[in-house]
């Protein structure tokens, strides 16, 4: 065996194994299942040129398995990059047109070869496949290269950065096969210089698309422990703010600010702020206290023993600094003034 044929029959297994990888993994997302198709594609694609020595025209049988390259890798780039339907029925369509056409392709090559199908049209159709198939690839090629392009602008400094190693592995193997491999000479490496970057850029794309999913992956975890860490934290402060504020009814006092609270839980402002809006569904921290103060008023008003205290008095023994601001709070939470509000539970009563 060449060493040439050793290099492809690595990158067989190598394809071969990473495709089983993350086939089998158990948090497994759609990028995964659709990166194992595009392993398992360019494993039979190396395959097939593997078996085109030996098993000619038999070969072609298998290089029907490997049609799923460009379209897989394309899937794979929009699941990899979006977030919201990466992949839909449109979709879908161009790859099974471009599919169908190398499969074909491929059907009427061995054919031709085994001298199945006797016709005059058979060469004919093979050419006007091979005319669309060089119309599709193209575009497909612009395709993968957008997904990654896009990402460039306005995305986060992580995204940038995995866009941009999955744009250089991509383009190095464009310009690799593409290019350079159909300039060489045919009488470099006897002739199998393209096949060699061939193998080598698929190797290429198998490692660094393997590494920015694991890396990607790795950056989920650490954000969802973060995530998980930062609620467990607001719960915590926020049973804080609740001892303080209720139990110790820190609410009466008239002068309380937001500064208070945070100098002695030993936070910023702005996460007491975070936690009125988001635990206790208050617009801020003024807001909640005076909800409790109007509660707490109440309270004072409704007790028959307290009938003839004045407004004021139970304003200031409610936290309030005087009666203007008392009656506004009041009027803002119950929709009567505390007059009202003591004339209604009297009729009550």
Not at 235 to 264: C, G, T, W, Y
Request: hydrophobic residues 50%.
């Amino acid at each position: 065996m060449e060493l040439l044929e050793v290099a492809q029959l690595f990158i067989v297994l190598l394809s071969f194994a990473l495709g089983i990888f993350h086939f089998r993994l158990k948090e497994r997302h759609l990028l995964h299942f659709i990166f194992a198709i595009f392993c398992a594609s360019s494993s039979m694609y190396i395959a097939h040129k593997l078996a085109s020595n030996y098993w000619d025209p038999y070969h072609h049988l298998i290089g029907l398995l490997g049609v799923g390259i460009s379209s897989g890798y394309w899937l794979f780039a929009r699941a990899f990059f979006r977030k919201n339907n990466p992949i839909n029925q449109h979709h879908l369509l161009f790859v099974a047109l471009l599919s169908a056409c190398l499969i074909l392709r491929h059907l009427f090559l061995f054919s031709q070869k085994i001298g199945l199908v006797d016709s005059i049209w058979l060469p004919m159709l093979s050419n006007v496949l091979t005319e669309i198939i060089a119309i599709l690839y193209p575009g497909m090629l612009i395709l993968i290269f957008w997904e990654g392009y896009r990402v460039l602008h306005g995305a986060t400094a992580i995204q940038r950065k995995m866009a941009a190693i999955y744009l250089s592995s991509f383009i190095f193997c464009v310009i690799s096969v593409m290019l350079i491999g159909a300039s060489l000479p045919s009488t470099l490496a006897a002739g199998a210089g393209r096949d060699w970057l061939s193998a080598f850029a698929f190797f290429v794309i198998l490692i660094s698309t393997h590494g920015l999913i694991i890396f990607r992956q790795h950056q989920f975890e650490q954000k969802e422990k973060s995530t998980n860490s930062n609620v467990q934290e607001e719960s915590i402060l926020a049973k804080q703010i609740h001892v303080m504020l209720v139990e110790e009814k820190r609410f009466l006092e008239p002068n309380l600010r937001v500064a208070d609270i945070a100098r002695e839980l030993d936070v910023p402002e702005y996460r007491i702020r975070a936690i009125m809006l988001n635990h206790f569904n208050a617009k801020n921290f003024n807001h909640y206290v005076n909800h409790m103060r109007v509660e707490y008023a109440k309270a004072i008003l409704s007790a028959p023993d307290k009938r003839d205290w004045p407004v004021l008095v139970v304003g200031i023994e409610s936290g309030f600094a005087s009666v203007a601001p008392f009656t506004r709070a009041f009027k803002e939470f119950s929709g009567c003034t505390p007059g009202q509000y003591r004339k209604q539970q009297l009729e009550i009563q």
